[in-house]
T-cell receptor
Framework: DAGITQSPRHKVTETGTPVTLRCHQT?????MYWYRQDPGHGLRLIHY???????DKGEVSDGYSVSRSKTEDFLLTLESATSSQTSVYFC????????????FGPGTRLTVL | AQSVTQLGSHVSVSEGALVLLRCNYS??????LFWYVQYPNQGLQLLLK??????LVKGINGFEAEFKKSETSFHLTKPSAHMSDAAEYFC?????????????FGTGTRLKVLA
């Protein structure tokens, strides 16, 4: 357990509504990541952050935005949710460095109807 | 761009049998490679990682993996499967050439252990 929590753990919403997922860490790690997990695709990176207010896009960033105003919190926002964004979302942290282990949160299961 | 390929989305073995999960990577520079395990309804946790210190890497729960540069492989093995090994396993590579601390994951292999 690397002190990572995600909220909510489960959410059902309707198409077109905004949704914000929160990732919180207690260990002040510099790097934070948002992934989505879908059958047959493994984990795909949505966005990542390498410091407060420093973020960059991953391979599947369309339709998602992020914010990091504090070291401990990394927010993922779906501005207008679509059914294709139904997925399990994982947050991860690392201290940085290509050999460093990523530690994952428990995940958020999002269903968009 | 770096990538990883996991052969076999589903693997079934009998309890007590050898576990072999395959991972091949594509990298133009020496890679850093990882195996993660995901139990049902949980996040991923590290099994082991290769960082060029030794080609045979031992991890938790009796798993090990061997880095073979000539074959661009990093296959995961365990001599004797246990029912508790049933899970999904992911191979990942650190995207070092891009200069960012991103990781690229394979599509996963779901291991089923038969009694």
């Amino acid at each position: 357990d690397a002190g990572i929590t995600q909220s909510p753990r489960h959410k059902v919403t309707e198409t077109g509504t905004p949704v914000t997922l929160r990732c919180h860490q207690t260990e002040n790690h510099r790097y934070m990541y948002w992934y989505r997990q879908d059958p047959g695709h493994g984990l795909r990176l949505i966005h990542y952050s390498y410091g407060v207010k420093d973020t960059d896009k991953g391979e599947v960033s369309d339709g998602y935005s992020v914010s990091r105003s504090k070291t401990e919190d990394f927010l993922l926002t779906l501005e207008s949710a679509t059914s294709s964004q139904t997925s399990v979302y994982f947050c991860a942290i690392s201290v940085g460095g290509p050999t460093d282990t990523q530690y994952f949160g428990p995940g958020t299961r999002l269903t968009v109807l | 761009a770096q990538s990883v390929t996991q052969l076999g989305s589903h693997v079934s073995v009998s309890e007590g049998a050898l576990v072999l999960l395959r991972c091949n990577y594509s990298s133009s520079v020496p890679p850093y490679l990882f195996w993660y395990v995901q139990y049902p309804n949980q996040g991923l946790q590290l099994l082991l990682k290769y960082t060029s210190a030794a080609t045979l890497v031992k991890g938790i729960n009796g798993f090990e993996a061997e880095f073979k540069k000539s074959e661009t492989s990093f296959h995961l093995t365990k001599p004797s499967a246990h029912m508790s090994d049933a899970a999904e396993y992911f191979c990942a590579v650190s995207d070092t050439p891009s200069g960012t601390y991103k990781y690229i994951f394979g599509t996963g292999t779901r291991l089923k252990v038969l009694a």
